[in-house]
């Protein structure tokens, strides 16, 4: 069992930054990988970045060159860095964590971008 909390969602202006942070409890040796998604209302969750468990980076295209994602193994915390953000970066935010066959998810952090 893996527990995922994220934090760090909130109201910015267009052009602005946030950082989201997920910190992970449980078995979290045993973590292939972790990621963030995101669901705007009424479109399907979609994938935005992934760190593998070796180190290495994945970003979907639409945040490349703006969002990073890295992670702390000494406080157990993913981040995503979120930078020259724009209004159809409103979503909510979940953090997702691979162990084997199975997918854990957070609560969701919601990003409201204002232009």
């Known amino acids: 069992q893996v527990q995922l909390v994220e934090s760090g969602g909130g109201l910015v202006q267009a052009g602005g930054s946030l950082r989201l942070s997920c910190a992970h409890s449980g078995s979290i040796f045993s973590i292939n990988a972790m990621g963030w998604y995101r669901q705007a209302p009424g479109n399907q969750r979609e994938w935005v970045a992934r760190?593998?468990?070796?180190?290495?980076?994945y970003r979907a295209d639409s945040v490349k060159g703006r969002f990073t994602i890295s992670r702390d193994n000494a406080k157990n915390t993913v981040y995503l860095q979120m930078n020259s953000l724009k209004p159809e970066d409103t979503a909510v935010y979940y953090c997702?964590?691979?162990?084997?066959?199975?997918?854990?998810w957070g609560q969701g952090t919601q990003v409201t971008v204002f232009s």
């Open positions: 760190i593998t468990s070796g180190g290495s980076t």
């Open positions: 997702n964590a691979v162990v084997g066959p199975y997918n854990y």
